[in-house]
Nanobody, 125 residues
Framework: VQLQASGGGSVQPGGSLRLSCAAS????????IGWFRQAPGKEREGVLC????????YYHDSVEGRFAISRDNAKNTVYLQMNNLKPEDTAVYYC???????????????????WGQGTQVTVSS
């Protein structure tokens, strides 16, 4: 599966963005999906990840209640809705997919098999 992330940009604190992750080559229904981010000088971290069937979800503590993931199966696309953005959310955001991420570790470790390119999110006043 090939992934294409988009939707990043610059917003003021309190603003919102929606990131998209469009897939080709396979259907995203067959994969667990994760959104990750990497800020300058920091390691890549899991932001929000869902299992293949949607029964399991992981939220980074800092985004719970502000970020949400959704799928549009018709478009084979996954979205990350980010609300009430904070300066500490500034990072390059990546989408990733894996048929079974638990084989490699936990649901939201950055060890997924397939990755899209990053999209920059900058939150500043």
């Amino acid at each position: 599966v090939q992934l294409q992330a988009s939707g990043g940009g610059s917003v003021q604190p309190g603003g919102s963005l929606r990131l998209s992750c469009a897939a080709s080559g396979d259907t995203l229904d067959d994969y667990a999906i994760g959104w990750f981010r990497q800020a300058p000088g920091k390691e890549r971290e899991g932001v929000l990840c869902v299992s293949r069937g949607g029964g399991g979800t992981y939220y980074h503590d800092s985004v719970e209640g502000r970020f949400a993931i959704s799928r549009d199966n018709a478009k084979n696309t996954v979205y990350l809705q980010m609300n009430n953005l904070k300066p500490e959310d500034t990072a390059v955001y990546y989408c990733a997919a894996d048929p079974d991420p638990l084989r490699r570790g936990s649901l939201c470790e950055p060890t997924h098999a397939y990755w899209g390119q990053g999209t920059q999110v900058t939150v500043s006043s």
